[in-house]
């Protein structure tokens, strides 16, 4: 049991939820009241990560950040290590791929706010930043929650991308499931079954909390 | 605190609109759905905005598209009942109350509610009341907001029709308390005719008649537009007895009249809606007619209508009854202006929604 | 109830926050080391700690991966290569201190699992037999493209006439470790592994082996060098690898030794 690994997982998918949530409540919020034109568009963008192979996206991901890129060669400067292949560069390129399940269910979680609601907030005085605070989150969050946990989840069982931005660097990019990964190569069964079985447990848990807040989301629309 | 609204549009729906409410006066927007009157609340309420308009209320604009002036509906003082009630679930009825307050107050939110008759149903959530109790809830946040305007959404298509009798008793008694102007959206005349001093029928997005409620309700012209079965005159009187046998007897300025079950104790005032088409006319009193209400009067004039029918103005003690009848009728009386013609009304034609409690003449005043 | 809700996220997001990246920041320097290295230097660093009480992280991967990624800026500071060809391009582009150290010579065996139908010979010729009488489903060895054990497993085979008829079969692993899963997993019939691999505790049990002649392919020279950047704890190991109980344990793992300088 890695246990090095899991906690690098549990804070890479921390951190991608403490970086999301904010662009969840403004993208989801901003996607589900306006419509536009392009709304298409920044829907499918937004949804691309989810249709592109991961190690597509891998590659795409090196090419943008690794060394000899502007934004590589920005962070070389400033911190003195590369951005890949270290925590900082997983927590990147988990931000990305993770943006449809952050945006996504908090775009559903902020349709299901009455438009009657939101303009009575209006009437009542309320700024847009006190609607959003006083009326609109409170109805959206079970949206919002699916969201941060389904991004949870998903950046624990993420490989692909992972392995080609971060490599298998012990303690700072080898994750849980690049360490199953390992445990296999190197023969040891037991290893490999046991963090495989937390991971299935967390995933099932994600099942269970994302499929009672849905109801919850359910019956308040009702 | 006069409200001023001119409006103008060519798409989504073409829209040329202007008319005026002085503090204190209730102006119903009447017409059929889609005629643009919701959209011109939406406009007063900043919720909606025309290729060219002017809200402004006691002079200072909330918009003015010519001066580039559009305050977002957060800044305008508006209070708005939708027709959905839009009240946020999530909050107790006295919470609702105390969102639209610039300076929460428990206490004075309570109190709110209690002017609107829920007293001691704070603390429920909307789920758990009633229709009409949402709607009144509605009513006490919107008025909490303490607006420049206070603008009403067909408020009352959602109740049932011993509610709705009810809550127009409520409406019209809170309105001794307003000293705002007050717009009401309803398609349905007698609503109107009921509530409000004037009145502006929309037809196709235009204004096709403005004027103070008899004048609107007594012009064919303006009511083709809503339906020419609506055309009715409006008679003040006072409950005077209810019988036993299920009737009550009313003393209007041209007599007694008799109606079913009026509700109200003795004295009270109402005023009393006669629909056109239920009325009949006879040059000499009749006798042996099952009719209770038999009154007479002098034929004002006499206005041609499309088709068979005409309508006949018919000054009684100096209210104006309206009769609508065959032309050929009209040729085999030889009716003419001048004439005395008795007006004949079946008391159970007069319908119970017919009937409204009158705003104290004392009051209106204020 | 909101509160709580939020209170609980807000509690959640204090623990991430508070053990930020910063702690993820181990003194332990990262040594890039080839897969068929995996039991043998695993036991080296184990020694290594328990002498001088220093601690190195072990990344095991494919050779030619390890190149690239050092080349993308990777932060390993001692790179263990299966084929010092890596090392002299590292070098010449200036990614290493210097050529580094010849630190041994491994082998390539045929290794099949237990219950096999294939029954390994250092000829070869077992498996000649069975695979022209179509009795071979799968072979594995590592990816030529960027392993070197997989490329000299397929010069082998070159050698021995029988990789036309056998590459349409064979899985390729994605390093030599990953080749040695797939041979033993009963999956195929077997496949060409590393010596070291082979004689590890962990493997052994699972198969038997035949040594491939060293003759049939080019030498599995296995050189490693010290990469910009490395610190005394790095060098500190680097010298350990020369030392008696590091080469012992090489040699218990298969490796010929380069003589002692």
């Not at chain 3, 695979?131 to 493209?145: E, M, S, V």
Request: net charge neutral.
């Amino acid at each position: 049991m890695d246990w090095t690994a899991l906690w690098l997982s549990m804070r890479l998918a921390g951190w991608t939820v403490v970086v999301l949530l904010p662009v969840a409540v403004l993208m989801g919020r901003f996607l589900a009241y306006r419509q536009f034109r392009a709304k298409g568009l920044v829907e499918a963008l937004v949804m691309l990560p989810l249709v592109l192979p991961p190690t597509v996206f891998g590659f795409y991901l090196l090419v943008a950040f690794g060394r000899n890129s502007p934004v590589g060669d920005l962070w070389q400067s400033l911190f003195a290590h590369q951005l890949v292949f270290s925590f900082e560069g997983l927590v990147a390129a988990s931000v990305i791929f993770n943006l449809p399940f952050a945006i996504q269910p908090a775009q559903r979680g902020f349709e299901a706010v009455p438009v009657e609601v939101r303009e009575a907030a209006a009437c009542c005085g309320m700024s847009p930043v006190r609607s959003l605070w006083r009326v609109e989150l409170p109805l959206a969050w079970p949206g919002l929650i699916t969201a941060m946990v389904l991004t949870f989840a998903h950046t624990l069982g993420e490989f692909g991308i992972v392995l080609m931005v971060g490599g298998s660097i012990p303690g700072e990019t080898k994750t849980i499931a690049i360490a199953i990964y390992d445990r296999v190569q190197g023969f040891d069964d037991q290893a490999a079954a046991i963090m495989s079985a937390v991971l299935v447990a967390i995933s099932l848990f994600t099942i269970a909390v994302t499929y009672w807040l849905s109801a919850r989301v359910g019956r308040r629309l009702s | 605190m006069a409200l001023e609204v001119m409006a103008r549009a060519r798409t989504p729906i073409p829209l040329d609109v202007a008319f005026q409410v002085e503090p204190g006066e209730l102006l119903a927007l009447v017409g059929h759905s889609g005629a643009g009157k919701t959209t011109l609340l939406r406009t007063i309420a900043g919720l909606w905005r025309p290729q060219t308009g002017r809200v402004a209320v006691n002079g200072r604009a909330w918009l003015d598209t010519a001066a580039g002036v559009d305050l977002p509906t957060h800044r305008r003082r508006v209070g708005i009942v939708f027709q959905s009630y839009a009240l946020f679930p999530h909050m107790t009825a006295v919470q609702n109350v105390m969102a639209a307050m610039d300076i929460p107050d428990k206490a004075e939110a309570e109190r709110t509610l209690d002017l609107v008759n829920l007293h001691g149903l704070a603390d429920r959530k909307p789920a758990q009341l009633s229709g009409g109790q949402q709607q009144r809830v509605a009513v006490a946040r919107a008025l909490a907001r303490r607006p420049y305007a206070l603008l009403l959404d067909e408020p009352f298509s959602a109740v049932d029709r011993a509610t709705r009798e009810k809550l127009y008793g409520e409406i019209i008694e809170l309105r001794r308390h307003l000293a705002m102007p007050v717009v009401l959206v309803t398609h349905d005349m007698n609503e109107a005719q009921l509530l409000a001093d004037r009145m502006v029928v929309i037809a196709d997005g235009r204004a096709v008649r403005e004027g103070t409620t008899a004048e609107v309700m007594a012009d064919p012209d303006a009511l083709r537009a809503m339906g020419i079965r609506e055309l009715a005159a409006m008679l003040p009187a006072i409950i005077v007895e209810h019988a036993a046998d299920g009737l009550t007897r009313l003393d209007a300025p041209t007599g007694s009249l008799f109606l079913p079950g009026v509700e109200g104790k003795p004295g009270t005032r109402v005023r009393v809606r006669i629909m056109a088409h239920e009325v009949i006319l006879s040059r000499l009193r009749p006798e042996g007619l099952s009719a209770q209400n038999i009154i007479a009067g002098k034929v004002v004039r006499i206005v041609p209508g499309v088709g068979p029918g005409v309508i006949v103005y018919v000054d009684v003690a100096g209210h104006e009854i309206l009769a609508r009848i065959t032309r050929r009728a009209t040729d085999q009386m030889a009716l003419a202006p001048g004439d005395t013609v008795h007006v004949i009304l079946k008391s159970m034609s007069v319908a119970r929604d017919h009937v409204a409690r009158a705003p104290d003449p004392s009051q209106a005043a204020e | 109830m909101l509160f709580n809700r939020r209170s609980i996220l807000a509690t959640l997001a204090a623990i991430f926050l508070a053990a930020g990246p910063v702690a993820a920041q181990d003194d332990a320097p990262v040594v890039a080391a080839a897969s068929d290295l995996q039991f043998a230097v695993a036991e080296i660093a184990k020694a290594f700690k328990a002498e001088t009480g220093m601690e190195v992280r072990l990344s095991f991967g494919s050779t030619g991966n390890f190149a690239r990624q050092i080349r993308e800026g990777a932060p390993f500071q001692l790179y263990m290569a299966a084929d010092e060809r890596f090392i002299a391009e590292l070098h010449a582009d200036g990614f290493t201190r210097d050529e580094g150290d010849l630190y041994a010579v491994g082998r390539v065996v045929i290794m099949t699992p237990n219950g096999s139908s294939l029954a390994p010979d250092e000829t070869l010729d077992n498996l000649a037999a069975m695979l022209a009488a179509g009795q071979i489903t799968r072979f594995a060895i590592a990816n030529p493209d960027h392993a070197p054990y997989g490329m000299r497993a397929r010069e082998a085979l070159i050698t021995r006439g029988l990789w036309d008829d056998l590459q349409p079969l064979l899985v390729l692993g994605e390093n030599v470790s990953q080749a040695a899963q797939f041979a033993l997993s009963g999956n195929a019939e077997g496949g060409i592994i590393a010596y070291s691999l082979a004689l590890a505790p962990e493997v052994g049990p699972r198969g038997t082996y035949a040594l491939i002649p060293e003759d049939w392919h080019e030498p599995l020279r296995q050189r490693m060098a010290l990469l910009n950047g490395a610190g005394p704890m790095t060098e500190a190991f680097y010298a350990y690898m020369k030392e008696p109980v590091a080469r012992e344990i090489m040699e218990r793992y298969g490796f010929m030794l380069p003589e002692s300088e």
